[in-house]
């Protein structure tokens, strides 16, 4: 039955939600936080980071000014999300959305929604807005690659309404994922539901390897401006 699991799992690249037990993911050397991995995993992240950062100096400094020209507020945008064990942190990203955005209370970004502006709309969806990230990647808070981090209002529904959900915080948040490469945009329980199938098979099977078939994979959907968030 559990080799027949395991296959359908592979098969999919995402684990049954019905079936999962979180016993399935204690021994695993990225939960547990055995030192070699996360020595590695956190070289990994310090490097890639600092490429990431030095190499996109010039996109980077480009897309500031055009957000600083052509609405008015902040050119970056700081909001509270949830890490490893329940941590909470300031994420940092360009700013894609008017600054009023939430002055109705937080709510998931839709597919075609207003309060995106139009830098943000292209920034959004090549993924540009999320490099600033990797300063949170520098400081610990992130990983590069692991689930995506939500934001505690968020957490707090989805906990109660999707099974093991809690279990995608035994390791650390990152700045793309499994779930992101594999699953469509989407802003639903339903979603997140699904997202959390792909992020439990990533911490099931992780490994520096599938660490950076996720990278490679993540440049070519920001160019194809596919994917999730």
Do not use: C
């Not at 999707?162 to 948040?173: A, D, F, L, Q, S």
């Amino acid at each position: 039955m559990d080799a027949d699991k395991s296959g359908v799992e592979h098969l999919d690249g995402r684990v049954n939600l019905e079936l999962f037990a979180e016993q399935e993911i204690d021994g695993i050397p990225v939960v547990r936080g055995d030192l070699w991995v996360r020595g590695g995993k956190r070289l990994s992240d310090i490097i890639i980071s600092l490429a990431l950062i030095l190499f996109t100096l010039p996109l980077l400094l480009t897309v500031a000014a055009l957000i600083r020209l052509t609405s008015r507020g902040p050119v970056f945008y700081s909001q509270t999300r949830v890490g490893r064990h329940g941590r909470h942190f300031r994420i940092l990203k360009f700013r894609s959305m008017t600054v009023d955005a939430e002055r109705d209370g937080a709510k998931w970004a839709g597919t075609n929604d207003a309060r995106v502006t139009w830098i943000g709309k292209i920034i959004r969806k090549t993924r540009i807005d999320e490099i600033p990230q990797a300063i949170n990647i520098l400081r610990g808070d992130m990983s590069f690659v692991g689930p995506r981090p939500e934001r505690p209002e968020f957490t707090a529904i989805l906990n109660e309404q999707i099974p093991h959900y809690e279990e995608r915080h035994r390791v650390k948040p990152g700045l793309t994922g499994w779930a992101q490469i594999n699953y469509e945009y989407g802003a639903s329980v339903e979603d997140a539901r699904m997202k959390l199938r792909y992020d439990l098979y990533y911490i099931k099977n992780h490994s520096l390897i599938l660490d950076l078939f996720i990278i490679v994979r993540t440049v070519s959907v920001a160019l194809l401006g596919t994917g999730s968030r």
